[in-house]
Nanobody
C-alpha cells in the first residue's frame, strides 16, 4: 500500500523546536521531489519547504527561512522538517507531499505553538 505518514507534531512553547518526519511506504522516495505544506485554521494550505529528489536543492517560504530545514534520507525513505525558533503563527497541520511520476499526500500532523 502506497502511503506517506507524518509524525513528530505536538505542542511546543514559542521559541521551541520540533522535528517532523514523513515516512514513505509502498514506493521509493528517491525518484520524487518532496515538499512540506501547512494549513492553519481558516487559511489556505501553503508551501513551507521543498527538496529535490537527490537532496541537493531546497527552497523555503519566506516566513520560515532561517528557522526551518528540510532534509531527506533516501536510504530510510524518509523526509524531515526541522523547525526551530517556533512562533505562534507556525501553528498548523503539516503535510508532506511527494511529487514526481505521480503525487502523494500524507494525512498530516498537528503542530501547536502556544505558551
Amino acid at each position: 500500500q502506497v502511503q506517506l505518514v507524518e509524525s513528530g507534531g505536538g505542542l511546543v512553547q514559542p521559541g521551541g523546536s520540533l522535528r517532523l518526519s514523513c515516512a514513505a511506504s509502498g514506493f521509493s522516495l528517491s525518484s520524487y521531489a518532496m515538499s512540506w505544506y501547512r494549513q492553519a485554521p481558516g487559511k489556505e494550505r501553503e508551501l513551507v519547504a521543498s527538496i529535490a529528489s537527490a537532496g541537493r536543492y531546497t527552497n523555503y517560504a519566506g516566513s520560515v527561512k532561517g528557522r526551518f530545514t528540510i532534509s531527506r534520507d533516501n536510504a530510510k525513505n524518509t523526509v524531515y522538517l526541522q523547525m526551530n525558533s517556533l512562533k505562534i503563527e507556525d501553528t498548523a497541520v503539516y503535510y508532506c507531499k511527494a511529487w514526481g511520476p505521480t503525487e502523494y499526500w500524507g494525512q498530516g500532523t498537528q503542530v501547536t505553538v502556544s505558551s
